[in-house]
């Protein structure tokens, strides 16, 4: 796409965008016990890299494009492009081009391109040492779960849960509203911006008014990390959780795990995103909603609970800053989130 018109694209877009709950104040964080990284600031530095599943040169210029015209500098890794098999590159390419990001002072903010699978086969061969004393933003979701859990765990530092490169759109002048909106929140999250998330009311909801450090991600990757060194630390927590492409009974079994770990008994307040949900085979149907799943394994405790939150493995997957401290507010009117 040509560069002018595409920017021209994305003025006239924004123009006609409804308007997203955000003040343009940097949030205070004197309460949280997490590091937050410096927010970023024209000029600044952006890394891409995948450390996961692979993915195109092509395929990331639309989100080097919005990120340019954000006014930040692009730094293109050296595992875009390659692949090994269903990786984006062997597992050395992938550590080396991360840890090269990690490490390097002009990269303000890691940006995943991509989901898929990988991250906690190199997870505990990557050196945080130097990063820790200098943290930066690392922005995904999905199997990016696994660095914000250990980001959590191990250093206390704040992460932004959010859409990655093969989720922007290449044409913004035909992009649904929701989808420039959720792109827009990694750009107000990256810059410290004061915002506010609106979920629709739901009839399973648990009223509430709460607040405590934001922390979660995909359900399945906090499951598979439990009892290692990466394991999520939930209590007094916000948890949020969302899957995609799981079986009813898949999120029962790992909902269980969460309930028998004791990462659903201490909570602050519990956030539910978008499921996804595979049908049930013919004849082993398993009886239950993802409401009832849910519910059964947190009745005896009395927090704040939010569903249809707008994150997840869908179009209204707003970007989420894991580690600050946020506020939920669920009423009979829906839930609020803000931070």
Known sequence: MNRKHFLASLAAASALLPPFKVLA????????????????????????????????????????????????????????????????????????????????????????????????????????????KNPKWIIGFSDVTVLHCHLAKNYGIASIHSKMCNSFPSNWATAEPIQIETILSIKNSLLGQQMTYNAPPNNNNRPGRTNGILVGGNLSIIETLSGSSSDLDTKGKLLFIEDTGEYLYSIDRMLWNLKRSGKLKNLAGLIIGGFKVKPDDEGEEFGKTVYEIVIEKIKEYDYPVAFDFPVGHQRNNFALRCGLNHTLDVTNAGSVLTV
């Open 25 to 132: 104040k940097t949030v205070q964080t004197e309460n949280s016990s997490f590091k937050t990284p410096q927010y970023l600031k024209s000029g600044d530095n952006i890394g891409i890299t995948s450390p996961a599943g692979f993915i195109t040169v092509d395929e990331i210029q639309p989100a080097v494009l919005q990120m340019q015209s954000w006014g930040f500098n692009i730094s293109v890794g050296s595992t875009i492009g390659k692949r090994d098999f269903t990786f984006g590159g062997t597992d050395e390419e992938r550590i080396a081009d991360l840890q090269e990001m990690l490490d390097n002072d002009n990269i303000k903010a890691i940006m995943c391109a991509r989901g898929g699978y990988g991250l906690v086969r190199i997870i505990d061969r990557l050196d945080f040492s130097k990063f820790k």
